[in-house]
């Protein structure tokens, strides 16, 4: 190789710069691709219809939304459900003269105990009057610590100014010392159920006592305790100083009863005295004779339930079992 002499001009070549081709590609080579990738697209489109027909009906019909079962999380407060009339507490007032109960245009007042007997006035202020006759209340008596002692079936009477009422209390003050008091309505609902035994007939009948006197109620059957009939045996010793009135009493009710049409009556002298009973037959004696002539409150309409005689007797110093 020659060397470039000292001095001697560099020549550049002028000639304009031209695209150079690295390589060709045959547009035949393509064919084969695109074909494959167009084959794949309409499989897949075919394939997919039917969930983009599906997609596109839901966005159109939104299924309807429910409320979850799912219960809620721990961290979530309970909810408590409002209180009702039978979850309320009842009020507790001391047993005292000076304590006015009242309920609605009713009260309550000069509450008192003297030798066994509870007495209470009860003034209506502006009613009808037939709060107590058509509704049932009850007087319960509570020592210091909230222990019931006697529970008392107020009497169904129609109040139209004011009223004293009198009840012996001897069981409360048996039991314990009477402090407090509670005046409340009960309906036949809130009576519990009894247990009852067989007669003779195979019929369940409840006894109830009480000093002298004994009632025996009798059912429909063992699987309807409906009252369909009752006898009551009553029995005076001829030691009390009254007894001549009260034999004169009850041989005029005998008279009396034996016109009656389900009625059937005796009286019979005893050794110590004598013992009176009536059978009352509640399917034949005629509804306005009955409520008229038999207004006692031992005394119940056919059909009533025994499980309602048990609790209002049993309120009223009977032993029903």
């Known amino acids: 190789m020659s060397k470039r002499k000292k001095n001697e001009p560099i020549i550049i070549d002028k000639t304009p710069l031209m695209p150079t081709t690295v390589g060709n590609l045959d547009a035949k080579e393509n064919g084969p691709i695109v074909a494959i990738i167009w084959i794949v697209l309409f499989v897949a489109c075919i394939v997919g219809l039917p969930y983009i027909t599906d997609f596109v009906t839901e966005l159109q019909n939104p299924p309807p939304t429910s409320t979850p079962t799912t219960p809620p999380s721990s961290d979530q407060p309970p909810v408590t459900p409002p209180a009702t009339g039978d979850d309320e507490q009842p009020t507790y ?5 000076t304590t006015t109960i009242n309920l609605g245009a009713y009260q309550i007042s000069n509450i008192a105990i003297n030798a066994n007997i509870l007495t209470l006035t009860v003034t209506n202020r502006n009613d009808s009057g037939s709060l107590f006759l058509e509704n049932d209340y009850y007087i319960e008596l509570y020592d210091d610590n909230l222990t019931l002692l006697q529970r008392i079936k107020m ?42 035994v067989l007669n003779d007939e195979d019929l369940p009948i409840l006894t109830c006592t009480k000093t002298n006197e004994t009632i025996e109620y009798v059912f429909k059957s063992e699987t309807e305790y409906t009252l369909q009939s009752l006898t009551r045996t009553y029995s005076y010793n001829s030691t009390n100083a009254d007894y001549n009135n009260v034999l004169t009493q009850y041989t005029t009710l005998s008279a009396t009863y034996d016109n009656i049409a389900g009625v059937e009556s005796s009286l019979i002298p005893t050794t110590t005295g004598f013992i009176f009973t009536s059978e009352i037959d509640l399917n034949r004696i005629p509804i306005g004779t009955y409520n008229t002539t038999f207004a006692d409150q031992i005394y119940y309409p056919v059909n009533t339930e025994a499980r309602v005689i048990a609790f209002e007797l049993g309120t009223s110093g009977y032993t029903c079992n």
């Open 93 to 97: 007032y001391d047993l005292l003269p």
């Open 155 to 196: 009497t169904n009477t129609a109040i139209s100014t004011s009223q004293t009422f009198s009840y012996n209390v001897s069981e409360a003050i048996q039991t314990g010392v009477p402090t407090k008091i509670i005046i409340i309505e009960k309906d036949e609902q809130d009576y519990p159920q009894v247990s009852l």
